[in-house]
């Protein structure tokens, strides 16, 4: 049910998406090393309604950051759920416009001894240095795309119906980033190269079940799975959700664990490619050398010191292997489909 409201999300562009703040702890905890003196960039963030942008701000003396960098976009539903700014023209309501804040210092302003939100709201009230407002606040905008050439790493989660050009840019202009989309991703000709080449993972702290994201008051409920929570706000739960980033974490270097042994009558030989059909992650065989066709959920266990990824297959007959595709990958295992499968190859299988 969750997965007919990420699909109605992304026909109707309803996919303002807004990640909680346990998920964003569980994730960033890897990562803490690399922010050191970096400007971090927000692209898809409300300035203090957003989890991310409260996360770093709350962090920025404790990681070492440098600068960070929030910017909401025109019209943007939660702006003002929790902290109004004014922007002229004045006509009698809060006019939703788009703006930036930029934070290179978090000290305890009000003095109660403790660093925290209360002196970020302070900040951002009476400091006019650090908030200005943009033309439109879309990150393909050319003011945006400035900011985003002043960013060391951009943490986000992106519009899933967007996630291809949000990736392309960072790719263009050569990011660290750590950003949320959808697993099926994976498969995108403009994913899967990427991860086939060691130049994009899954990060660590998701890899199964479904996650809780905040959504716009005018969201419509209509799934198993959605609500209100304690504090009113909306929700909905989404399966198949993975981080996806460029920066190195200690997980990704831990190898998998193999227990099976290669038996012909145990792994089949695909019909229409020379590779067995190896259906679940925890029964590849450590004694295996050639290639083996496993789930794309493989790369949440994927170690690069470990594995060589191959390719994935392509066409609706599933002849050709090609570095990525938009359509459904298809191996034959004698005459029946299986889906999605990521060529792999054990780069020191045991001897039998």
Known sequence: MANKNMSDAKTARKDEFYTQLTDIEKELQHYWPHFRDKVVLCNCDDPYESNFFKYFALRFNQLGLKKLICTCYNGSPVQGNELVFCFEPWEGEVRKQAYKVEITEVTDVNGDGAVDLADVRYLLQNDKNVLSTLQTGDFRDPECIELLKQADIVVTNPPFSLFREYLAQLVKYNKKFL??????????????PLMKENLLWLG???TSGDRKFNVPDNY????????????????????????????????????????????????????????????????IPYDYMESMGVPITFLDKFS?????????????????LTNGNDGRAKF?????????????????????
């Open 179 to 192: 950003i949320i989309g959808n697993v099926n991703a994976i498969t995108y000709k403009e994913v899967f």
């Open 204 to 206: 660590p702290s998701i």
């Open 220 to 283: 419509p409920l209509n799934a198993a799975g959605c609500g209100v929570d304690n504090d009113g706000r909306k929700y909905i739960r989404v399966k198949g959700v993975r981080w996806f980033t460029n920066l190195d974490h200690k997980k990704r270097h831990e190898e998998l664990d193999l227990v099976c042994r290669y038996s012909s009558e145990e792994y089949p030989t695909y019909d229409n490619y020379d590779a067995i059909e190896v259906s679940k992650t925890s029964d």
């Open 304 to 320: 690069p010191d470990q594995f060589e990824i191959l390719g994935l297959m392509s066409g609706a007959k599933g002849d050709g």
């Open 332 to 352: 034959y295992v004698k005459g029946k489909s299986v889906y999605a499968r990521i060529l792999i190859r054990n780069k020191h299988p045991q001897k039998p």
